[in-house]
């Protein structure tokens, strides 16, 4: 509080100098670049969610058409058979290139 008090005038409650607009303009500045910080976070998350959720539904349209006599619980339990290490989400790369597709590189 000691800050704030050297900064207004006392009598008019008004800003003494401009170091009061640069540090609120700072402030500001921070939180703004915070919340963008923020939704990038969220978009890459939401584009890896995306992703495996393709690559589940690839999987799984790949059993039923190249297994004969597959059906969705026998495909899941052979995709989770055939997947003996889970592929984690925050081991999956992905980037979006400016042609608005997502490539997918999983590691392991």
């Not at 393709?54 to 190249?66: G, H, I, T």
């Amino acid at each position: 509080m000691s800050l704030l008090n050297g900064l207004l005038d006392p009598h008019t409650h008004q800003p003494r100098n401009r170091l009061f607009w640069v540090i609120v303009g700072g402030v500001i500045v921070a939180q703004l670049i915070a919340l963008w910080m923020l939704c990038n976070h969220q978009v890459s998350q939401a584009e890896v969610r995306q992703a495996q959720l393709r690559s589940q539904q690839v999987a799984m349209a790949e059993c039923l058409r190249d297994v004969p006599g597959s059906n969705r619980a026998s495909c899941n339990g052979r995709i989770a058979r055939d997947n003996r290490v889970p592929v984690q989400l925050d081991r999956i790369a992905v980037s979006t290139t400016q042609a608005g597709t997502v490539p997918v590189v999983y590691t392991r």
